[in-house]
T-cell receptor, first 113, second 113 residues
Framework: GNSVTQMEGPVTLSEEAFLTINCTYTATGYPSLFWYVQYPGEGLQLLLKATKADDKGSNKGFEATYRKETTSFHLEKGSVQVSDSAVYFC????????????FGKGTKLSVIP | NAGVTQTPKFQVLKTGQSMTLQCAQD?????MSWYRQDPGMGLRLIHYSVGAGITDQGEVPNGYNVSRSTTEDFPLRLLSAAPSQTSVYFCASSYADRGTEAFFGQGTRLTVV
């Protein structure tokens, strides 16, 4: 099955700093890739996704580009806010064409004023 | 607009007790799954179902049972609770299509003493 390696945290940034969270995966074929976010005390929710190679997913100022040559899907944001403090999960599917997700261990981000 | 509803939100059990965690979704999703979330471990798949009457084991199924009698409901049963099952449990659902978004419940925080 597919697997994911995600940068482990915790990550602490000052407000307006640049954020990168690395994610690399192994996969059969070219599956859709996802980033999920978990705010304190809540379940996970979809942050963004990319369905094919070279696609860029974006939402709430976050971006991630599906790079098949490096099998990466790094999450970036140019200027983080305190409200971005959360745990971020990279999630490729478990198998080629599969809707079952494999989650990384998550990266906890804390943004301080 | 309920989405995925989990009950209860919190539960304390004594070792050896049994209980059922409830999960219901109102989006007519074929695929439902249960995860547990432990510190430093990310989300690990316990059981999943691709439709009514069909269930299968995930990564960490021991000590848990599931059934899927309807499309909407996917309860998780702890047969004889152990302290190692202390965790936060999440139910998720999605369409059984490649590239589809998974929707998560708010979670159940279970403590076994």
């Amino acid at each position: 099955g597919n697997s994911v390696t995600q940068m482990e945290g915790p990550v602490t940034l000052s407000e307006e700093a640049f954020l990168t969270i690395n994610c690399t995966y192994t996969a059969t074929g070219y599956p859709s890739l996802f980033w999920y976010v978990q705010y304190p005390g809540e379940g996970l929710q979809l942050l963004l996704k990319a369905t094919k190679a070279d696609d860029k997913g974006s939402n709430k100022g976050f971006e991630a580009t599906y790079r098949k040559e490096t099998t990466s899907f790094h999450l970036e944001k140019g200027s983080v806010q305190v409200s971005d403090s959360a745990v971020y999960f990279c999630a490729p599917p478990s198998g080629a064409g599969s809707y079952q997700l494999t989650f990384g261990k998550g990266t906890k981000l804390s943004v301080i004023p | 607009n309920a989405g995925v509803t989990q009950t209860p939100k919190f539960q304390v059990l004594k070792t050896g007790q049994s209980m059922t965690l409830q999960c219901a979704q109102d989006m007519n999703h074929e695929y439902m799954s249960w995860y547990r979330q432990d510190p430093g471990m990310g989300l690990r798949l316990i059981h999943y179902s691709v439709g009514a009457g069909i269930t299968d084991q995930g990564e960490v199924p021991n000590g848990y049972n599931v059934s899927r009698s309807t499309t909407e409901d996917f309860p998780l049963r702890l047969l004889s609770a152990a302290p190692s099952q202390t965790s936060v449990y999440f139910c998720a659902s999605s369409y059984a299509d490649r590239g589809t978004e998974a929707f998560f419940g708010q979670g159940t925080r279970l403590t076994v003493v």
